[in-house]
Nanobody, 126 residues
Framework: VQLQAFGGGLVQAGGSLRLSCIDSGRTSSRLAMGWFRQAPGKEREFVAAISWRGADTYYADSVKGRFTISRDNAKNTVYLQMNNLKPEDTAVYSC????????????????????WGQGTEVTVSS
């Protein structure tokens, strides 16, 4: 598994960005995926997760209704569509993956994930 995240950038408050995370290793589609973020001086926090089949998702309360996680297993890619961005969304966003036996399982904790990609920086100006 080799994860690569991209799509970050600078955007004004209220704007949108779409992050992508590609598994260039094309190891397996049976990977539950997650997005995490870490703002300067703060701990890493959970953002969103999706089961390997893609039918089950879970969001942090802070992004619920604004962010959407999705995946295209044929492309080995997971997306994070971020709408109505706020300055407090500013952080480095990282994707993570873990093999999952259960098709509907998603995971919240960083320790649940075996593989991590490099981060992509998102800056939201007010």
């Amino acid at each position: 598994v080799q994860l690569q995240a991209f799509g970050g950038g600078l955007v004004q408050a209220g704007g949108s960005l779409r992050l992508s995370c590609i598994d260039s290793g094309r190891t397996s589609s049976r990977l539950a995926m997650g997005w995490f973020r870490q703002a300067p001086g703060k701990e890493r926090e959970f953002v969103a997760a999706i089961s390997w089949r893609g039918a089950d998702t879970y969001y942090a309360d802070s992004v619920k209704g604004r962010f959407t996680i999705s995946r295209d297993n044929a492309k080995n890619t997971v997306y994070l569509q971020m709408n109505n961005l706020k300055p407090e969304d500013t952080a480095v966003y990282s994707c993570a993956a873990t093999p999952s036996y259960y098709s509907s399982a998603w995971y919240l904790r960083p320790d649940d994930y075996d593989y991590w990609g490099q981060g992509t920086e998102v800056t939201v100006s007010s």
